[in-house]
């Protein structure tokens, strides 16, 4: 205890051994968060859909990215009618509503989208809304008429006769004014969306959500799904440093136990071990787990339940062999063999302590090794289907051409998380075997 003690003070002469662990402090502590502030199943359902997707644009860029580089791109602009002030007017079998929608446009770019949800309730049959858009000099724009069924979305976006009136898409035409050269440019000032509902039934109602689409969101974007990137970005954390952990554990400890097992008893125990592991070297591990993944499922655990299966006879065992074979004959070995230490108790508490220090920067290493190996497979179009990963955002970027076509946030965000990754624990792991192991301490 007093070597390790030692160790862990020594270890505040590395510039390295502060800057990894303060990397890996960070990813456990977003890895915390992000399991308290959105659970596991809110998780699932932001990521693979529900309401709050209809109200992201496509993909659209960090906002910090465009504020820093002196842009003033929109954002996304909700307008609700539980917010307006609505009339009504009853008739013998329904009733005739007026929902105003308005908002200020700030903004020196045009929004990406417009879309308007609406919601009926108690209707005995469909309703029929009509559309008329005010700009800020309030000219009034007819939008058309329509029914809409019980839940159902209007894309102003896509009204081709819209566009045909307006010379331009919608979204465009709605909030340009011309110039001297030609080129339409926004109008800012308060827009209104007022609406004109005939609802039947007595207690029938009305409710509307005005979408107006930025081009840019939050903290990491959103890609061709309208998903948040930073639901994926915050729970591949988790996923990723749980992964690593656990497939290095496994291996590790199953391969120091067989090791140590196999040196102790010798003979026909270790050559068997020898050659199991000569036959595992040979296997290839990536081959083998698109395999599985193609062949029988992609689960996440069930991926890591293979690479610690294929992990256990790894090329490792010959290194931990090496190391214990002086030990077994040690002479505080052969004092515990005189007192009656059964087989487990020598190989469990004499041999494999002795060999920790120097195998725990190993270990710190291994793990960002797995955190890699899972993002490859989800790379390769293998990861979890369920889970949000940052190998199955980078998936998702390179399905959709993210590069050629300008998305750049979408490839730099998880690459540059996998790189902190792997820094982090390399750096802390080989200032640990800068202080652990007995040949570079002499150096």
Known sequence: MRRWLEGLRELRRYPSAIGGLALIVFLIAVSVYTVIAIPYSQALELWRGGEAWRMHPVNAG????????GGDKPDTTVVRSEDAETRSAAFDGGRQVRIPLSFDYPHDDFPS???????????????????????PDGDIIPLGGRRVAREDRISISQNQTLEGRLGMP?????????????????DNGRY?????AILFGEDASLEADLVVYGRVHGIAGTDHQRRDLMVALLWGTPVALAFGLLAAVGTTVTTLVIAATGVWFGGLVDATIQRLTEVNIILPVLPVLV????????????????????????????????MLLPIRQAPYIEAARAYGAGNARIILRYMIPRILPVLIPTFVTLIPTYVFLEASLAVL?????????????????QTQSALYNGFYYWVIAPALLLMLTGLGFAMFGFALDRVFNPRLRTQ
């Open 192 to 196: 209104r969306l007022i609406i004109d």
């Open 62 to 69: 960090p906002v910090w990215v465009d504020r820093l580089l």
């Open 113 to 135: 989208e417009i879309n308007l949800f609406l919601e009926t309730r108690d209707t005995e049959r469909e309703a029929f809304v009509r559309l008329r858009w005010q700009t």
């Open 170 to 186: 919608p979204h465009v035409g709605l909030f340009a004014r011309s110039t001297d050269a030609g080129q339409p440019v926004p």
């Open 291 to 322: 395999m599985v993944g193609t062949l029988y499922s992609t689960n996440i655990w069930l991926m890591l339940g293979v690479v610690i299966a294929l992990g256990i006879f790894s090329a490792g065992i010959k290194m931990y062999r090496a």
């Open 381 to 397: 179009g293998l990861g979890d289907p369920v889970l949000p990963t940052w190998g199955k955002v980078l998936n998702d970027a």
